[in-house]
Structures are given as C-alpha cells and as structure tokens.
C-alpha cells in the first residue's frame, strides 16, 4: 500500500502514520524526519536545511526530491510505503508523479486530515509538553511563532495539493478533529473501502465472508480490480439469485397458464372438428 498524509503541523500525521506502519507493516517516509536527521548528522543536506527549517520555511524543492527519490529506490519499500510531509508544494507532487511513474509504483490514496486551525496551537504545545515530560530533545520549530509560520506555508503552498489530488481521484479526507483512536478506525475504514486493505472481520458478516473470500480466490490472478468486482458481485449473488427464483416461479406459473389454455384449445380443436364432420354426415342424410 502507498499512501500520502495530507495536513497542516498539528493535524496528527506522524502520529497516524506510526499507527498504520504498524497495522499494514509499511515504511514512513517522513521528510522531516529525515532532515532533522540530516542537521543531527551534519551532512551537507542538514547543513543547507538547518536555518530554513528552524525559520519555519521550506526547504527547497531540489532537496526533498533527491531524499525521496534515493529512498524509494532502497528494497525495504517494497511492502509499500506513507509519505508524511511530502509532498507540500504542487511541484513536490508532479515531481512525485514522475518518479513514481518512473519507478513503475501505484500511488493507492492521499489522506488529508482536516482539523480546525484554532486548535493547532494547543496540539502543538501538547507535543511540546509531551516530549519534555519523556526528556525528548524539543523541535527547534515548535514554537508558537514559527508555528504560525508554518501554517501560513502550509496554506500557500500545500492546500492546493487538496485540488491537485481531488482531481486525479486520490483524495479521502477525514476528520482530524476525532481522537486519536477514532481517526485511526476512520483511516483504515476508508483504506478496506477503496479495496486497499482487506475489510475487518466480523461474526454478523461470517457468511458473506465466506462468499468474498471464494471472490477473492479467483480474482487474484486478475488483480485488485476484479477482485473488487468479484467481491461486488459475491455481494449481490444472493440478491439475483432470489431475483432469479422469483423470476422463474413466475415463468412457471405463465407457462403453466399458457399450457394450460393450450391444452384446452388442442382438445377444442378436434372437437370442433367432429362436430363438423358429424353436421355434415347429417346434412347429407
Ligand atoms: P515536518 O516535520 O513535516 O513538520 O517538517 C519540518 C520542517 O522540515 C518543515 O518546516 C520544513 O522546513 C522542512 N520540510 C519537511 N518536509 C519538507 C518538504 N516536503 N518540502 C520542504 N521542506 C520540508
């Protein structure tokens, strides 16, 4: 599975992202991440992204490209990957498109996590609070000034990727503003939805469960797509299969009618006959 997060600072993207790599065992691509990385280990990257970053501002787009690029190459992507804080420009994302393109990888969905902006601040203080309780090193950008910052960025430039992926149709949008658990329930409803995950098993769905995994056998081979529609059609079987008996109980019932006027009209026929023969006899008489 590949995904990408979509939001603002705040919205809970590392968070969800952690919870999904451990669910569907995937990889957080995470450029921030990696550049905080970058600055720790004082590599060229890090020593050109430090002052940005701490300014609150984007690193340039050349940068953030070459890190995603060389990491989609590495064989642990293989079981898919969650792109969280990239792309966040609109060339980030055609770029995005062309390597993945290049790369031969399908891009499954983008989830964008809604929130109110009102209350990002206190998100971000509680993450600041957090981290200092578990004696965590504080980002150097979590502050309430490049916060603010950081979210007139996000609005500029990363909002239109909201278009940009709505119209390619690979936009799903959740409300951010749930808890933590509800978000993640909602993320991964929506991923069995589009039939990128495998839905949840339950009791009550025990039979058609049954149905949907013969559908799943035999449209492996085909792949997601017709395993899709064979999930579809082991849905609506019983539905044509009543629609079907009902059908040919009324097929049944008209034939009987119609054999049955038939019958009557053969016997009539030679009757009539008879009688005709029978005048006609008395008549020569
Ligand atoms: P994040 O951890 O996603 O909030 O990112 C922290 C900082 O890293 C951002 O404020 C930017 O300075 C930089 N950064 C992360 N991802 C990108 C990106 N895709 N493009 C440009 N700058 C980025």
């Known amino acids: 599975m590949r995904l990408i997060l979509l939001g603002p600072p705040g919205a809970g993207k590392g968070t969800q992202a952690q919870r999904l790599v451990h669910k569907h065992d995937l990889i957080q691509l995470s450029t921030g991440e990696m550049l905080r990385a970058a600055v720790a280990a004082q590599t060229p990257v890090g020593l050109q992204a430090k002052d940005i970053m701490a300014s609150g501002s984007l690193v340039p787009d050349e940068i953030v490209i070459g890190i995603i690029s060389d990491r989609l190459d590495q064989p642990d992507m293989k079981n898919g990957f969650i792109l969280d804080g990239f792309p966040r420009t609109v060339p980030q994302a055609a770029a ?154 009324k097929a049944k019932k008209a034939t009987k009618k119609t054999a049955g006027k038939t019958a009557k009209k053969v016997a009539k026929k030679p009757a009539k006959k008879a009688v005709r023969k029978v005048t006609k006899k008395r008549a020569k008489r």
């Open 96 to 249: 995005l498109d062309e390597l993945l393109k290049k790369k031969h990888i399908k891009l499954d969905a983008v989830i964008e996590l809604r929130v109110n902006e009102s209350a990002l601040l206190d998100r971000v203080e509680n993450r600041v609070a957090e981290m200092r309780a578990r004696g965590e090193e504080v980002r150097i950008d979590d502050t309430p000034e490049v916060l603010s910052k950081r979210l007139a960025s996000y609005r500029t430039l990363t909002e239109p990727l909201i278009h940009y992926y709505s119209e390619r149709r690979k936009l799903l949008t959740v409300d951010g503003m749930m808890t933590i658990e509800h978000v993640t329930r909602e993320i991964n409803r929506i991923l069995s939805a589009i039939g990128a995950v495998e839905p949840k098993a339950s009791k009550a769905a025990a039979p058609a469960r049954q149905a949907k995994a013969g559908a799943r056998k035999t449209a492996k081979p085909a792949g997601k797509k017709a395993a899709k529609t064979a999930r579809k059609a082991a849905k609506t079987a019983p539905k044509a299969a009543k629609a079907a008996s009902r059908g040919a109980k």
